[in-house]
């Protein structure tokens, strides 16, 4: 259940990112570029920070013991760094749209 709530949620992110690829389209292309090189930026910090939790959520699994909660809990970090690091990639995606219409 909780699955599709995240899957109906990034679809409906997406969705209503379409509109703003059309107003982007007629952005300066120096305001393009400036956005790109921010979108990079905060890719590769998100990049790094998802990679860590996974780690970390990894090692609360691992020496969790048998305790129930805490193998949740390293379930549930992992699950929203991944869902964080496909929120990244949605926003390349986006850029990357926005950067092949624009002039």
């Keep these: ?8 949620s990034l679809f409906f992110v997406s969705l209503l990112s379409f509109p703003l ?5 007629s952005l300066d292309p ?3 570029t400036a956005l790109n090189g921010v979108v990079s ?3 590769l910090i998100v ?5 860590i939790m996974i780690i970390v959520g990894g ?5 969790a013991s ?19 690091f496909v929120i990244v990639l949605i926003a390349n995606g986006i850029m990357l749209t926005v950067k092949s219409i624009a002039p």
Excluded at 47 to 51: E, V
């Design 1 to 8: 259940m909780k699955n599709q709530k995240i899957i109906v």
């Design 21 to 25: 690829i059309s107003v982007a389209a």
């Design 30 to 32: 120096s305001l393009i």
């Design 41 to 43: 930026i905060l890719t």
């Design 47 to 51: 990049s790094f920070i998802c990679t």
């Design 59 to 63: 090692i609360m699994i691992l020496s």
């Design 66 to 84: 048998g305790d129930a909660d805490k193998v949740k809990t390293g379930r549930q970090t992992i699950l929203y760094a991944v869902v964080g």
